[in-house]
């Protein structure tokens, strides 16, 4: 059985930093693209970042460009967001999906995502 799990939300301060994981198991992680996407309480869901798990191409929102990073360690079928310069606005509910290797763009629309976590909280605060 697929399975994504996230873990490492938590609350902070503006201008700090968290790194959320998402560990995969029950399927092959080479074979998919990783997405972080988002949702705020009254908002839609947005996608924030993304990465190929075979050749580690990424792709980021604007809102989002020069303070997240993401990244994955395959031998541990993991993907990392690094979320630094943290904004209130940046506060909701985050979650990873995995996907087919052709969505390269996180504008790719999130039904294309097969698998999904139940999500990590992030709160910032002012």
């Known amino acids: 059985e697929a399975q994504l799990v996230e873990s490492g939300g938590g609350l902070v301060q503006a201008g700090g930093s968290l ?15 990783i997405g972080w996407f988002r949702q705020a309480p009254g908002k839609e869901r947005e ?14 929102a604007d809102s989002v460009k020069g303070r997240f990073t993401i990244s994955s360690d395959n031998a541990k079928n993991t993907v990392y967001l690094q979320m630094n310069s943290l904004k209130p606005e940046d506060t909701a509910l985050y979650y990873c999906a995995a996907g087919p290797l052709q969505l390269t763009h996180i504008s790719d629309p999130a ?3 097969d698998y999904w976590g139940q999500g990590t909280q992030v709160t910032v605060s002012s």
Not at 47 to 60: K, P
């Open 19 to 33: 790194t959320l994981s998402c560990v995969a198991s029950g399927f092959t992680f080479d074979d998919y693209a």
């Open 111 to 113: 039904y294309k995502y």
């Open 47 to 60: 996608g924030v970042s993304c990465i190929s798990a075979i050749d580690r191409d990424t792709d980021y």
